[in-house]
């Protein structure tokens, strides 16, 4: 059974920077991809970043691109967030999501496994 779980978030100002961690279980060995997504209040959720689980490859909301990093550990099967230079607008609660199989990288309903997100709050 896939669980997600993430972690690292907090209040920050903006202009601080913020990891994001999500810890992944149960089959991981089956990934094609993960990625971040985030949700803010009275809006969609929208695609951050995501990463191919065994090349690695990774991907970019422009809204974010150059400020954020997403990166992971396979052999402890995390999967990070490093943002920088965060905006209040970067305010959201985050989840991390997983795939089994190959879709279109920023849709949410590729993902088949989510985490329940963590927020994060930046204020200005």
């Known amino acids: 059974q896939v669980q997600l779980v993430e972690s690292g978030g907090g209040l920050v100002q903006a202009g601080d920077s913020l990891r994001l961690s999500c810890a992944a279980s149960?089959?991981?060995?089956?990934?094609?991809?993960m990625a971040w997504f985030r949700q803010a209040p009275g809006k969609e959720r929208e695609f951050v970043a995501a990463?191919?689980?065994?090349?690695?490859?990774?991907y970019y909301a422009d809204s974010v691109k150059g400020r954020v990093t997403i990166s992971k550990d396979s052999a402890k099967n995390f999967v990070y967030l490093q943002m920088s230079s965060l905006k209040p607008e970067d305010t959201a609660v985050y989840y991390c999501?997983?795939?089994?199989?190959?879709?279109?990288?920023?849709?949410?309903?590729?993902?088949?496994?989510w985490g329940q997100g963590t927020q994060v709050t930046v204020s200005s």
């Open positions: 149960g089959g991981t060995f089956s990934f094609y991809r």
């Open positions: 990463i191919s689980w065994r090349y690695g490859n990774t």
């Open positions: 999501a997983a795939s089994k199989n190959v879709g279109t990288y920023g849709v949410d309903s590729a993902y088949g496994y």
